[in-house]
């Protein structure tokens, strides 16, 4: 028998999905090359983004991400993503460039496996309430990989599976995310002895 997955997996994106924070203000002159910000980034190779003006500004997507992607949509499990970034257009454009293969091997965007898309700056708690409540998942089906360590509190608050991602240089990396998995199986065992 197959080891069990979550319902449903949020990620956030500033050093967890890239390597960085992706700031709007480094991209493009201040939003107005090409005249829309999100026109002014593209696809240098298959993990990194940069300003079609300035190739000194870049995105770097993790390298595992493509991998963990595939292996949410293999086991079915629901993909949120959950961020403070300020800019979602930006974000949303970032994520479209990069791709990874499904379920059927066919390579598609990013964009095109998530279900949940909440980027808005404000307590991760609260993206995490809303998609509870759209998803009707309950918080014991999720698991929530962040790389701050503040956001832990959403554990304790909502009762879903934190896994905090310590190496932000790297971002979520393979080992990282299995052992986020391991967590919250071994939560959900201890869940049905109390």
């Known amino acids: 028998m197959s080891p069990r997955y979550p319902k449903l997996v949020a990620l956030d994106l500033d050093r967890t999905i890239w390597t960085s924070y992706l700031n709007d203000k480094k991209f493009g002159d201040h939003g107005w090359v090409h ?18 003006r300035n190739h000194s500004h870049t995105l770097h997507l993790a390298s595992d991400i493509p991998w963990i992607i595939h292996d949410l949509h ?27 293969k499904d379920k059927h091997g066919k390579l598609r965007h990013l964009t095109d496996f998530i279900k949940y898309d909440e980027i808005i700056n404000e307590p991760k708690q609260n993206h995490l309430r809303r998609i509870h409540g759209w998803s009707k998942i309950p918080y014991s089906e999720m698991l929530f990989f962040d790389s701050q360590m503040s956001n832990e509190i959403t554990e304790e608050l909502l009762g879903l599976t934190f896994h905090y991602v310590a190496d932000t240089k790297r971002a979520l990396t393979k080992e990282e995310y299995k052992r986020g998995l391991e967590l919250w199986r071994h939560n959900r065992v201890d869940a049905k002895h109390h």
């Open 74 to 100: 293999s086991h079915d499990v629901k993909i949120a993503i959950v961020s403070r970034n300020t800019n979602k257009d930006l974000c949303d454009r970032a994520m479209w460039h990069f791709k990874a």
């Open 35 to 52: 005249g829309d910000l999100r026109n002014n980034l593209e696809l240098a190779n298959p993990t990194t983004i940069r300003d079609k």
